[in-house]
């Protein structure tokens, strides 16, 4: 059982370019979070995706946008990127559907953003 | 200030000793996550707590929720344990689903 995978692993990017991350969660997982954490901090939530629909959201500009297909995965697109954008993106995801309260939940390996 | 903070930020440690790391939260919660992540970047959940105490392995942790604190413990520390450890909240505004909230870690390294 594959437990989460994004990719790709590392990239790198000039500014004002547009990046697309992907995600697929863990086999039965329908919740799909994205992170950004930058060098030496802790992650921050982006948004999160249920149902192929944006469901929460955090403290980022519109440039960070996001899908999320039927099969539920994920992407996480950002435009006109910035030399602050570099980070690690982790996805993270978790099952909604049936549960009560909160469970566990799992994340990638992430994707090493480098904007130059 | 964090909404969520922990300590130390820095811990080193020799082999076989017990090591704590404590985590304080300012926010409503609906559950609290400590996290490994190894130099690599990739998450490994260690624990989901809401109350109480769970112990898996060498690993313990305990939650007071009155207080808005809690504690991850590592017994007989060995240096496959060097890895930063997260403390991450989930806000009781979101639910069941809400979005976690991290810690900036604790970066822990075992010598032998």
């Known amino acids: 059982d594959a437990g989460v995978t994004q990719s790709p692993t590392h990239l790198i990017k000039t500014r004002g370019q547009q990046v697309t991350l992907r995600c697929s969660p863990k086999s039965g997982h329908d919740t799909v979070s994205w992170y950004q954490q930058a060098l030496g901090q802790g992650p921050q939530f982006i948004f999160q995706?249920?149902?192929?629909?944006?469901?929460q959201r955090g403290n980022f500009p519109d440039r960070f946008s996001g899908h999320q297909f039927p099969n539920y995965s994920s992407e996480l697109n950002v435009n006109a990127l910035l030399l602050g954008d570099s980070a690690l993106y982790l996805c993270?995801?978790?099952?909604?559907?049936?549960?009560?309260?909160?469970?566990?939940?799992?994340f990638g390996e992430g994707s090493w953003l480098t904007v130059v | 200030k964090n909404e969520v903070e922990q300590s130390p930020q820095n811990l080193t440690a020799q082999e076989g000793e017990f090591i704590t790391i404590n985590c304080s939260y300012s926010v409503g919660i609906s559950a609290l996550h400590w996290l490994q992540q190894h130099p690599g970047g990739g998450i490994v959940s260690l624990f989901m707590?809401?109350?109480g105490k769970k112990k898996h392995g060498r690993l313990i942790a305990t939650i007071n929720i009155q207080e808005k604190h809690s504690s991850l413990h590592i017994t007989a520390s060995h240096p496959r344990d060097s890895a930063v450890y997260i403390c991450?909240?989930?806000?009781?505004?979101?639910?069941?689903?809400?979005?976690?909230?991290f810690g900036k870690g604790t970066k822990l390294s075992v010598k032998p």
């Open positions: 991450a909240v989930r806000s009781e505004y979101g639910g069941s689903q809400g979005n976690l909230i």
């Open positions: 995706y249920y149902e192929e629909e944006e469901r």
């Open positions: 707590l809401s109350s």
């Open positions: 993270a995801s978790s099952l909604r559907r049936g549960t009560s309260s909160g469970n566990t939940i799992y």
